[in-house]
């Protein structure tokens, strides 16, 4: 009997809620939830990067872009200076700097490591701003239940319990709790009947003392937005950094591949020589001994020659993997990318930019946020040594039992309620006590690291500037020593060409010129990698959404 019955309660029960139940699986997806994340990520994200003006505002962790080295222009001839590697090139893409930092910016590994990170914590944010809102449950159980009385009849009853509810803490500190229940009973043999009745209740629990007040119940949303700001700095940070290494890593491939054409120049002068060499010694011109040093120089310069070559061509594939394409990738850096540096030094004092980077740099302003934080703490640290007294509040409505399977609503005349004082002395509170004592010590860490940074920070932009200015220092000597090694060379080969040339003369000067031109290529390159950085560490260098800088010079 009981089986025959429990089919009809439970579809007539069920048959009332499977509207909601299919409302709740069709707009609750995994795909309605991943969306719903990232609506929410990226409008946090959006609200606090109004406050800096080289935020990526294109800002998504979502990879759409396939890798294109479409449009690129290709190499055609062969390098000779590359040897057997030359014909490897052919066909391959030019990548100009620009191209590499938005490559970099779209497919870099790193990047998009350092782009998760800031969803992620956008991510946490978002649920400490739900926390403070008004958070809904609902749910339902069921039971059916057979018992044997001592006449051995057996009693069986259907119990069903339906609640929603919805739970607010507020932003003084208070807890605010509502919920509608209802209650469903059927029995099945014996006396049928059907009984239902509901329930609302409230209630209210405020901090009067311990936990009251706006900044001790808002600290943890507070940390939490001011966290996405520290970790939207660090990410703006890391963006200036990475398009500087990738500059770096540019230049530095670029280099190496001026230094493989410079020792094949250099090899090329020294078998002339040594052809010269050898003819002047079959006629007796010159000792037999000067043919083998020039023949030794030649193995020598051959030799540096195919290191330079697998210097370059592994730097090329380290580059490679830097922005996120495979070592297979067919691509060169553009070598008119090095034709067109120039020595552009800032025309700035010492002091002065050390003022403008303590007003300008980012990581200095989140350690002076951090100081702010430490001291907010401290307030709730000790607000946490105060007695717990709260007042509640509660009240309920309820409605009569009703048979027959109708509804039972809570009726207004039905109520109960009632207010009172919790009051919790706290006898023990060496907790809070080493809480309190510990955000003392954290408070004043945070000074001596306010003061710390701020050293550092005048150190980075003195160093920085001595680096900029032994660069440029160093390009102006690269630039005479080449001259002077050109020269050299010139005069040596006219007495070579005479038979009057010392051979170990013409080989000096011959490795000379080979050493100045490889340091004035660095010189130029370091002085344009340390210009990027010294206003890097003046917090005025500048990204654009493609990975390209801006520098924004000093106005004084």
């Known amino acids: 009997m009981a089986s025959a019955l429990l089919p009809n309660v439970g579809i007539r029960w069920f048959g009332r809620s499977l509207p909601l139940l299919l409302f709740i699986a069709a707009g609750c997806g995994r795909e309605h939830y991943r969306q719903s994340a990232d609506k ?20 998504t962790i979502d990879q759409t872009n396939q890798i294109s080295l479409e449009n690129l222009e290709l190499i055609k001839e062969p390098d000779e200076a590359l040897g057997s590697d030359a014909s490897t090139e052919v066909g ?4 100009t700097l620009n191209k590499a930092l938005d490559l970099a910016v779209k497919h870099s590994r790193i990047y998009q490591n350092n782009k998760e990170r800031l969803y992620l914590q956008a991510l946490s944010l978002t649920l400490a701003r739900h926390r403070y809102t008004p958070i809904f449950s609902a749910g339902a159980r069921g039971n059916y239940q057979a018992e044997a009385s001592e006449t051995h009849e057996v009693i069986d009853q259907v119990t069903g319990q339906g609640t929603l509810g919805a739970e607010w803490l507020a932003r003084t500190g208070a807890r605010l709790s509502a919920a509608f229940t209802t209650d469903f009973l059927r029995v099945l ?92 010694a079959r006629e007796g011109k010159t000792k037999q001994s000067e043919v083998g040093r020039i023949e030794q120089e030649k193995l020598s310069s051959e030799g540096q020659w195919i290191d330079a070559i697998r210097s370059y061509l ?51 302003a989140t350690v002076r946020n951090q100081l702010e934080d430490a001291q907010r703490r401290l307030y709730v640290a000790a607000n946490s040594l105060k007695p717990q007294l709260d007042a509640t509040a509660s009240a309920t409505l309820n409605s009569p039992q009703k048979e027959g399977g109708q509804l039972a609503l809570p009726e207004v005349d039905r109520y109960r309620w009632n207010a009172g004082l919790n009051l919790d002395l706290g006898l023990d509170r060496k ?17 001596r690291q306010l003061e710390q940074r701020e050293d550092e920070i005048r150190l980075q932009v003195r160093n920085g500037w001595r680096v900029l200015d032994q660069a440029k220092r160093t390009y102006e000597i690269s630039v005479i ?25 013409l080989v000096d000067a011959q490795n000379d010129l080979i050493s100045s031109k490889n340091q004035l290529t660095q010189a130029l390159v370091g002085h344009t990698i340390a210009r990027l950085q010294f206003w890097n560490n003046l917090g005025m260098l500048y990204i654009k959404d493609s990975g390209q800088w801006e520098e924004r010079k000093m106005v004084r």
């Open 92 to 95: 391959a893409g030019i990548l």
């Open 481 to 505: 020593g080449v001259k002077l090694n050109e020269r050299r060379v010139e005069e040596q080969e006219l007495l070579a060409e005479l038979g009057r040339a010392d051979t170990k003369d």
């Open 314 to 364: 592994q730097s090329l594939d380290q580059f490679k993997i830097l922005l996120g394409l495979s070592t297979e990738a067919k691509i060169v850096v553009d070598d008119r990318e090095l034709q067109g540096l120039q020595i552009e030094h800032p025309d700035v004092k010492v002091e002065d930019a050390i003022l403008v980077a303590l007003g300008t740099r980012l990581d200095l």
């Open 189 to 280: 043999a014996g006396d049928p009947k059907t009984v239902t009745s509901s329930q609302i209740g409230l209630e209210l629990i405020q901090p009067l003392l311990r936990g009251a007040g706006y900044k001790v119940a808002m600290e943890n949303l507070t940390q939490a937005e001011r966290d996405l700001v520290y970790q939207l700095r660090e990410f703006i940070l890391f963006r200036r950094e990475f398009s500087v290494q990738i500059a770096t890593t540019y230049f530095n491939v670029l280099e190496n591949r001026d230094r493989a054409r410079n020792s094949y120049r250099g090899l090329l002068s020294f078998r002339k020589s040594a052809e010269r060499t050898l003819a002047f």
């Open 431 to 447: 907790s809070e006590r080493n809480a309190y004592r510990s955000a003392l010590i954290a408070q004043e860490q945070a000074k």
């Open 40 to 59: 929410e990520a990226y409008r946090a994200i959006a609200q606090k990067s109004s406050q800096f003006s080289d935020m990526d505002r294109q800002f």
